[in-house]
């Protein structure tokens, strides 16, 4: 117990909120879960998500050998409230306000790694993760009793909801396991009742082809014309199902956000959509270096830009749209055309004139069937 808290005490210093112990004994049962979602088409999109990597991820003795116990770790960043949000502005995930977790996160456990032996007082053999590896950090936060998991598959800290950024350090050390938390969400079901896409398809279980952090990030094609008008103005990840949690209502927030490393960038938490439609990519590159946002690619966040103005329904997008449609990234042209014909079935006449304009003069087949789709209620009246 004294090593422990020696451990813990060094995580902390290292500007860990959280620190749990778990054995290094595989999660059978999420082992079998997330084959089980695998099977019923859950994790679709994902091609790395294979069930030889579930395999990998939940057994920590085949990524370290000599494993013997996990150190949990977590990191709150909560911070700073939103920017207000404005006519053509969207929304962007809470944890892509500042710099990129992986990197921040990274340097704090090699810190803590670094300084293992010392404390220890022998050598030790480590191997850590942060959410990139085949490890599953959710199951290790569950068994240590870090937090518990939530109904939308999320972990939840009693004291910081589920605002945590988590990190394993599988070790050869022998250190007593922690007990889980017996709190649960009880009868809650706010977070599946207030997902727009329906994505919590039961109690613990997402189908990713609907999550709308899938489809704004992960996914590189078209979204789901079915989809398109339940992202909102959501242009990079979701935080619905979070803001709804009523434990995230009194989270409090940890030394690690509170001292900035989580800083708001000033514009990412609610983004200009026109200005995003009119990044290059060497301006793109600079604004997002060292920012989750770039996993979704300039032409992945102007597809979403031109979703979100779609559903903002102000007219002075309509404008942009048009340059949008002109554009030379199908992908983009596609999306802008649908915005357009949103604004197209409210009446305006500028959007269906530069629809029709674009039928005569688009060669990709797939716009052009955007392009038709989003004339086709007009039909009748022109």
């Given at each position: 117990?004294?090593?422990?808290?020696?451990?813990?005490?060094?995580?902390?210093?290292?500007?860990?909120?959280l620190?749990?112990?778990?054995?290094?004994?595989?999660?059978?049962?999420?082992?079998?879960?997330?084959?089980?979602r695998?099977?019923?088409?859950?994790?679709?999109?994902?091609s790395?998500y294979?069930?030889?990597?579930v395999?990998?991820?939940?057994?920590?003795?085949?990524?370290?050998?000599?494993?013997?116990?996990?150190?949990?770790?977590?990191?709150?960043?909560?911070g700073?409230?939103?920017?207000?949000t404005?006519?053509n502005?969207g929304?962007?995930?809470?944890?892509a306000?500042?710099?990129?977790?992986?990197?921040?996160i990274?340097?704090?456990?090699?810190?803590?790694?670094?300084?293992?032996?010392?404390?220890?007082?022998?050598?030790?053999?480590?191997?850590?993760?942060?959410?990139d590896?085949?490890?599953?950090?959710?199951?290790a936060?569950?068994?240590?009793?870090?937090?518990?998991?939530?109904?939308?598959?999320?972990v939840?800290?009693?004291?910081?909801?589920?605002?945590i950024?988590?990190g394993?350090?599988v070790?050869?050390?022998?250190?007593?396991?922690?007990t889980?938390l017996?709190k649960?969400?009880?009868?809650?079901?706010?977070?599946?009742?207030?997902?727009?896409?329906?994505?919590?398809?039961?109690?613990?279980?997402?189908?990713?082809t609907?999550?709308?952090?899938y489809?704004?990030?992960?996914?590189?094609?078209?979204?789901?014309?079915?989809?398109?008008?339940?992202?909102?103005d959501?242009?990079f990840?979701c935080?619905?199902?979070?803001?709804?949690?009523?434990?995230?209502?009194?989270?409090?927030?940890?030394e690690?956000?509170?001292?900035?490393?989580?800083?708001?960038?000033?514009?990412f938490a609610?983004?200009?959509?026109?200005?995003?439609?009119?990044?290059?990519?060497?301006?793109?590159s600079?604004?997002?270096?060292?920012?989750p946002?770039?996993?979704?690619?300039?032409?992945?966040?102007?597809r979403?830009?031109?979703?979100a103005?779609?559903?903002?329904?102000?007219?002075?997008?309509?404008?942009?749209?048009?340059?949008?449609?002109?554009?030379?990234e199908?992908?983009?042209?596609?999306?802008?055309?649908?915005a357009?014909?949103?604004?197209a079935?409210?009446?305006?006449?500028?959007a269906?004139?530069?629809?029709?304009?674009a039928?005569d003069?688009?060669?990709?087949?797939?716009?052009?069937?955007?392009?038709?789709?989003?004339?086709?209620?007009?039909e009748?009246?022109?």
């Open positions: 117990m004294e090593l422990k808290e020696r451990i813990r005490k060094l995580a902390l210093a290292k500007g860990f909120d620190v749990r112990f778990t054995s290094a004994e595989s999660f059978a049962e999420d082992e079998s879960s997330s084959i089980k695998i099977r019923d088409g859950h994790m679709d999109g994902y790395w294979t069930e030889a990597r395999r990998k991820m939940n057994r920590p003795m085949d990524l370290l050998e000599g494993a013997k116990s996990v150190i949990s770790l977590a990191v709150s960043y909560l700073e409230n939103p920017e207000k404005r006519l502005y929304r962007t995930a809470r944890y306000w500042g710099e990129d977790y992986h990197i921040t990274k340097t704090k456990i090699k810190e803590f790694t670094n300084s293992l032996e010392e404390v220890v007082g022998a050598n030790v053999r480590t191997r850590a993760f942060v959410d590896g085949p490890m599953n950090d959710r199951a936060a569950r068994r240590s009793g870090l937090g518990w998991v939530g109904k939308n598959t999320n939840i800290s009693p004291r910081f909801g589920s605002w950024l988590l394993q350090v070790t050869d050390l022998h250190l007593e396991p922690d889980p017996k649960t969400c009880g009868s809650c079901v706010r977070c599946i009742d207030d997902c727009p896409t329906g994505a919590i398809v039961a109690p613990y279980v997402i189908d990713n609907k999550c709308i952090s489809l704004t990030i992960e996914l590189k094609g078209s979204i789901p014309i079915d989809l398109r008008p339940l992202v909102g959501w242009v990840g935080d619905i199902c979070q803001d709804v949690c009523p434990v995230n209502r009194k989270a409090e927030s940890g690690t956000a509170l001292s900035g490393d989580f800083k708001q960038r000033p514009g609610t983004p200009d959509l026109v200005a995003l439609l009119e990044l290059d990519q060497k301006t793109f600079r604004i997002y270096k060292n920012s946002v770039k996993r979704a690619k300039r032409i992945g966040l102007q979403n830009a031109c979703v103005l779609g559903n903002n329904g102000d007219s002075s997008a309509i404008q942009p749209l048009i340059k949008a449609l002109e554009g030379s199908s992908l983009v042209r596609a999306h802008a055309a649908w357009l014909g949103k604004f079935e409210s009446g305006e006449c500028k269906v004139k530069a629809l029709q304009s039928l003069k688009e060669n990709d087949d797939d716009v052009l069937q955007e392009i038709q789709l989003a004339l086709s209620p007009l009748t009246t022109w």
